[in-house]
């Protein structure tokens, strides 16, 4: 079995970087409709609102680079295009959303779709035996479990 530069068998690590790069894609429009919700939030919720939006792209913007050098760090080239994201991702790209409920429950929706290609590169990576990947996954799935919980006892 041949291995990478980190000592991660190459036909295992090139899956985890393929795995990465849909993540890196659906980063990309969760990151883009956070912050069109930012943009264009109105209402009673709005200050509320404005502020949260903004933890979420900024935070989404932190973890789209720390995603992409892993899959560089695997030997990989991350994508790079909107065209490539848009072709590889499942969260829809969301325009006009005014209403804060809307985008609340966009985020919610949004991290369910990143949950469970997460919960796959968990697996991929402990199959792999690579921690970096591993505890970059744990770190994600912990902080969205509860934001999603948080997010939903907003809306209710």
Not at 21 to 30: E, H, M, S, V
Not at 121 to 142: F, P, Q
């Amino acid at each position: 079995m041949k291995k990478n530069k980190i000592g991660l068998d190459v036909t295992k690590a090139k899956s985890l970087a393929a795995n990465l790069d849909d993540l890196l894609a659906n980063y990309q429009l969760f990151y883009i409709n956070a912050r069109g919700f930012h943009w264009n939030i109105k209402g009673s919720q709005f200050f509320e609102l404005h502020v949260k939006f903004e933890e979420l792209y900024n935070d989404s913007l932190l973890k789209i680079d720390e995603i992409a050098e892993r899959i560089l760090t695997l030997g990989h080239q991350p994508s790079h295009t909107f065209k490539a994201y848009l072709a590889k991702t499942e969260i829809p790209a969301r325009e006009n959303v005014t209403e804060g409920n809307e985008a609340v429950q966009a985020v919610i929706d949004g991290f369910s779709i990143l949950l469970k290609k997460e919960r796959a590169l968990l697996n991929l990576s402990e199959e792999a035996g690579d921690e970096g990947t591993n505890a970059l996954m744990s770190d994600y799935i912990r902080q969205q479990e509860k934001l999603i919980w948080m997010y939903s006892a907003y809306l209710n």
